[in-house]
């Protein structure tokens, strides 16, 4: 879908050209797809027989399962080791995370032809910086916002490799310096703007079955410029075919308040983690904790 303010829009965005590429970078990049596989299966052999690398699996998959799944736990471990490896190789790899189908785009082509802007809710689910690729590729490019670490110039190679990744076909990111102002400056000149719910706040919601403390920013952006909200979900099928699908555009003003956008966000995030556990990125970072009396 073509950019509706041509030029003009372009010129505002921010931070379009990708990360230059490290000696590291280009090395992991050079290898063959087809090695994909071969490779992860002897880095997931070696992580196996770590402990603490299992360890740590069991300790994300434990925070993200323990009170609503805790008899999938084991299970959640070894493929969330596994998928780890995975996702490490294939962000090498963009031809095999960047194309992949996108069920329903025109809930968000339908939402940029209002010419409102639209906040994309999306957590660290999935192989997400090649679900932004996918939106692109398929024609709806999306602006991302990003912590501004990700973005220096000496950031760490995997950071700035998921990044290149992530601005592929035409996507671009809006650094977190910018601030709750810029982010909403982007929504009013009716842009789509990715923005992870699931990052450590001072808002107390439960997720999961358990408390945590998050960020309504997202939902407030929303609220505040009258953008309409669309989640994005990341799926894996039993073969490991990775997919994405958005939902239907919400009404900001359909829920009272942005903690209750918030909350419904949450909620109907929860069904697409539990079918893929392994799947979430991380989740201990993803997340304040409650602190219990």
């Not at 950019?3 to 003009?8: E, F, K, N, Q, V």
């Amino acid at each position: 879908m073509a950019d509706h303010a041509g030029s003009t829009r372009d010129q505002q965005r921010v931070s379009k050209r990708p990360p230059k590429a490290s000696v590291a970078m280009l090395a992991r990049s050079a290898v063959p797809d087809r090695l994909v596989p071969a490779i992860t299966r002897a880095r997931v052999k070696r992580k196996r027989a770590s402990d603490p690398a299992v360890a740590k699996a069991r300790a994300e998959m434990e925070f993200l399962l323990g009170a609503v799944k805790p008899e999938d736990i084991d299970r959640a471990t070894d493929a969330y080791l596994e998928r780890d490896v995975l996702r490490s190789e294939l962000r090498y790899h963009p031809r095999l995370i960047a194309r992949q189908s996108v069920s329903n785009l025109e809930a968000l082509t339908r939402a940029r032809s209002t010419g409102r802007g639209v906040v994309l809710s999306f957590l660290h689910h999935g192989h997400y910086e090649g679900a932004m690729a996918s939106l692109a590729w398929a024609g709806e490019p999306v602006g991302m916002l990003v912590s501004d670490d990700m973005l220096a110039p000496d950031a760490p190679t995997f950071l700035r490799q998921h990044i290149r990744v992530g601005r592929r076909n035409g996507n671009w990111t809006v650094p977190a310096s910018s601030g709750m102002a810029g982010s909403k400056a982007v929504l009013e000149r009716g842009e789509v703007l990715a923005v992870a719910t699931d990052v450590p706040g001072r808002s107390q919601l439960t997720f999961l079955g358990a408390e945590r403390l998050g960020s309504s920013g997202a939902a407030r952006m929303a609220i505040d410029t009258n953008a309409l909200v669309l989640m994005l979900f990341s799926r894996c099928s039993p073969e490991g075919i990775l997919s994405v699908e958005l939902s239907e555009p919400l009404e900001p003003h359909d829920f009272a308040a942005p903690h209750d956008l918030l909350l419904h966000l949450l909620t109907t995030h929860e069904a697409p983690v539990l079918a893929w556990p392994e799947g979430y990125h991380q989740p201990r970072l993803r997340w304040g904790v409650t602190v219990q009396d």
